[in-house]
């Protein structure tokens, strides 16, 4: 061991002392953070710009040295964890006398009891013990390589957990009892196209927004709880409309998650970017949990409808077929948002014709804000030059300063009300910064939301956004660097 480290030492003088020896000889240049990522570990973590370099850096190089011990400690490695903003690695051993290996590669040891092998083996007992306790009062357990021991979490009364760590035949200090709040579940994404279940029927969702939701009022009156497609509690329908509408939205659970896609029933997904309107003529193409996926075109707007139930005004007509079961799915116009399945005449066998509730009156009745994997689309440029000229031609003008990482709400944190128009906005920082620029849109149901925004390099930023009448503010944010920024805008009103 000594000898090959020796030679590793010289083998690396070796090449320094070498005339015109490359610097690409020695280690790679550590790669790139993603952008993203730094912000967020200066968020979460409460790190500098420099702080996450330094500790990504750490961490790297805790990992080589981790997988280096793990194999010569042998049955005396008990575990490793780095700790401060350097990512100082400790290294857990059973055995005082192989401290010396730990500590020659720079690690900080500590003499345990149990060997890592000796835990894992613990964990696998509790894995196959018969009688699992409920979850709601043993949420988990696993091995927690700082206290040396195998840790069974106990919501409430501890008895269960002690119950069930003895029907696992595991005694002595190996297992530690911990009492916690913790009620984990599964998390699950919301898409459009999917099936969901209020009560005993089976619709399909239309699209994800803010907080659950939208599909056809048809499906359910306010209040009906739902299940997801896989039988999970999903939430209850927050809104309703029909007939006259047919219109609704569900309001989910913490543990579903909406996601700006449409399922195509191919394996995949379809990214929804906004919600422009298609045009009499154009294609659509509908996804529902019945027929899966079939387009047409639109044939007519502003249609009415004499159901049954009632009669339905404002909807779309299309030469596309649906099914039972389709109702509330997603309809798309290429990346574009269109509206949700209400009714029909036909099959998918023979053709028909449906009808769908346009999604703009949808997210406007119940001030719902559309998830997009742009967070909107903001509309079109006219042909030729960019008509917005920062910051001279806008006629609200706020100024400010801001430090590097940190965040403006414009022109005051409750916001602005504007009517349904075209809402125009830059933002100007410091030479060689980086300002991003949001606007958010209030609602009972989600608060504040961002329905556009302007991100990327540069520190010049500009917004142009329709929507519908509500309450309005705009977020500047330091991405990078810092100093004094200029936010001028235009809204209707």
């Not at 969702?205 to 048809?218: L, M, N, Q, R, S």
Request: a positive charge; glycine letters at 14%; one cysteine or more.
């Amino acid at each position: 061991m000594k000898r090959a480290i020796l030679l590793d030492a010289l083998a690396a003088l070796l090449v320094l002392a070498l005339p015109g020896a490359s610097a690409a000889a020695g280690p790679p240049a550590p790669a790139p953070v993603p952008t993203g990522m730094v912000q967020a570990m200066k968020r979460d973590l409460g790190l500098s710009d420099a702080d996450v370099r330094v500790r990504l850096d750490g961490e790297a190089r805790a990992g080589r040295t981790d997988a280096r011990l793990r194999a010569d400690l042998g049955s005396a490695y008990a575990g490793s964890w780095v700790s401060g903003t350097r990512a100082r690695l400790t290294v857990a051993v059973t055995d005082a006398g192989r401290a010396a290996v730990a500590r020659r590669f720079g690690a900080r040891v500590t003499v345990v009891r149990h060997s890592a092998a000796a835990l894992a083996t613990v964990k696998r007992a509790l894995d196959r013990a018969s009688a699992v306790p409920p979850a709601a009062t043993v949420p988990g357990w696993y091995v927690d390589v700082r206290s040396n021991s195998v840790v069974v979490l106990a919501n409430g009364d501890e008895r269960d957990a002690a119950a069930f760590v003895a029907a696992a035949g595991v005694r002595g200090s190996a297992v530690e009892v911990v009492r916690t709040d913790e009620a984990p579940r599964p998390l699950h994404d919301i898409r459009g196209g999917d099936a969901y279940y209020p009560g005993p029927y089976r619709c399909s969702i239309g699209f994800p927004v803010g907080g659950g939701f939208v599909t056809a009022g048809h499906c359910g009156s306010t209040g009906t709880p739902t299940d997801g497609f896989n039988r999970v509690t999903m939430g209850r329908v927050a809104g309703s409309s029909f007939p006259g509408n047919d219109y609704g939205w569900v309001r989910t659970e913490s543990t579903w998650t909406p996601r700006p896609w449409v399922n195509d029933y191919a394996g995949g997904v379809v990214a929804v970017a906004g919600s422009a309107e298609a045009a009499v003529g154009a294609s659509v193409c509908r996804s529902g949990s019945t027929t899966g996926w079939h387009c047409g075109t639109i044939q007519a707007k502003d249609s009415t409808v004499n159901y049954p139930d009632g009669v339905v005004t404002g909807l779309t007509r299309t030469n596309a077929c649906a099914e039972k079961g389709d109702s509330g799915g997603s309809w798309l116009s290429g990346d574009q948002a269109q509206g949700v399945t209400s009714g029909g005449s036909g099959n998918c066998g023979t053709g028909g014709t449906t009808y769908f509730q346009p999604v703009g009156e949808i997210l406007g009745a119940y001030g719902l804000t559309l998830v997009t994997t742009g967070g909107g689309t903001p509309n079109p440029p006219p042909p030729g030059p960019d008509p917005i000229t920062c910051p001279a031609d806008l006629p609200n003008k706020r100024t400010g300063t801001l430090a590097a990482g940190t965040t403006a709400l414009l022109p005051w944190n409750s916001g602005f009300t504007a009517i349904q128009g075209e809402h125009t906005a830059c933002v100007v920082g410091p030479a060689g910064t980086d300002f991003d620029l949001y606007l958010e849109r209030f609602s009972i149901s989600t608060d504040w939301t961002v329905v556009a925004r302007s991100t990327g390099s540069g520190s010049t930023k500009k917004l142009r956004w329709t929507d519908a009448y509500g309450s309005y503010r705009y977020r500047v944010v330091a991405a990078a660097g810092a100093g004094a920024y200029t936010l001028t805008y235009r809204y209707p009103g």
